[in-house]
T-cell receptor, first 111, second 109 residues
């Protein structure tokens, strides 16, 4: 029944070592989002894809990139993780108009 | 999207109704009121949304004032599993979700 799937649930990387987080969906939704949530803070939108169109939030650092090879999958690439990038990363999907559904998140630790 | 104001924290006794308020005085005519909650270390969970009319589903009820400047989420019989951060968000149907600081609800045994 899982609708928005994130793998892995926990990821450890080293300072400066590129890391990729994965998200897949079984809902066939047009829109996929990536949010960053740091400890004790609300989720913060990084970017989203509307079908194949990429939309970056103005304050998202260049260190964060994303790929959406098809409708079902979306990836978050962190090119050179810093200690400040340790956070929960949440993937979400929605239809063109309607409810947004979230995955369980991937908790990233940077050593 | 319009901003929302919520109390930072609330307590509720187990089995009682939890009433979570939200102010959205600058809401536009085409903006919906959405409620999500986030249990510790999990992804946000959709609860309910509405435009003008009151709404009810299996999880909660949403009461929207006639002028739409405020709303209340009601959990009719709170359980310990309802302890979470509750986010009230206003958005058009097609816009992105932007989270405010939310209300931390603690259900007390």
């Amino acid at each position: 029944d899982a609708m928005v799937i994130q793998n892995p649930r926990y990821q450890v990387t080293q300072f400066g070592k590129p890391v990729t987080l994965s998200c897949s969906q079984t809902l066939n939704h047009n829109v996929m989002y990536w949010y960053q949530q740091k400890s004790s803070q609300a989720p913060k939108l990084l970017f989203h894809y509307y079908d194949k169109d990429f939309n970056n939030e103005a304050d998202t650092p260049d260190n964060f990139q994303s790929r959406r090879p098809n409708t079902s999958f979306c990836f978050l690439d962190i090119r050179s993780p810093g200690l400040g990038d340790a956070a929960m990363y949440l993937c979400a999907t929605s239809p063109r108009q309607g409810v947004t559904f979230f995955g369980p998140g991937t908790r990233l630790t940077v050593l | 999207d319009a901003k929302t104001t919520q109390p930072p924290s609330m307590d509720c006794a187990e089995g009682r109704a939890a009433n979570l308020p939200c102010n959205h005085s600058t809401i536009s005519g085409n903006e919906y009121v959405y409620w999500y909650r986030q249990i510790h270390s999990q992804g946000p969970q959709y609860i309910i949304h509405g435009l003008k009319n009151n709404e009810t589903n299996e999880m909660a009820s949403l009461i929207i004032t006639e002028d739409r400047k405020s709303s209340t989420l009601i959990l009719p019989h709170a359980t310990l599993r309802d302890t979470a951060v509750y986010y009230c968000i206003v958005r058009t149907g097609a816009n992105n979700l932007f989270f405010g600081t939310g209300t931390r609800l603690t259900v007390i045994p």
